[in-house]
């Protein structure tokens, strides 16, 4: 191999390795959004958690996690990593919010 054919396995080697890394993060990313998803509607569910949640928000909540899980399999199937962890956060926030109000009843 000529060092120019062994330059360019390098850089193609390194742009698939790029790939593969993106694409783990993608999918961890999307498993950890789509988890909160299920948690948080799970959460909102239980009854012993209705006293936490604004009684005329708690079906605009749940009608948003489905609306945000319907997302993830439609326009968000093809999303970057960096998208599925922002959407993470803000309802990893949101989540919190709720625990902490049930934490000060307790």
């Known amino acids: 191999m000529t060092a120019d054919g062994l330059s360019a396995a390098k850089k193609r080697l390194k742009k698939y390795q790029k790939r593969d890394e993106d694409k783990i993060k993608t999918d961890i990313a999307r498993n950890d959004f789509e988890s909160m998803i299920y948690k948080m509607r799970s959460w909102l569910r239980e009854d012993e958690h209705a006293d936490f949640v604004e009684a005329d928000t708690l079906e605009e909540r749940i009608d948003n996690l489905t609306a ?34 049930k934490g000060w009843y307790q």
């Open 68 to 101: 945000l899980e319907d997302w993830l399999y439609e326009d968000g199937a093809s999303a970057n990593y960096t998208v599925y962890e922002d959407k993470y956060k803000g309802l990893a926030k949101e989540f919190e919010k709720l625990e902490t109000r």
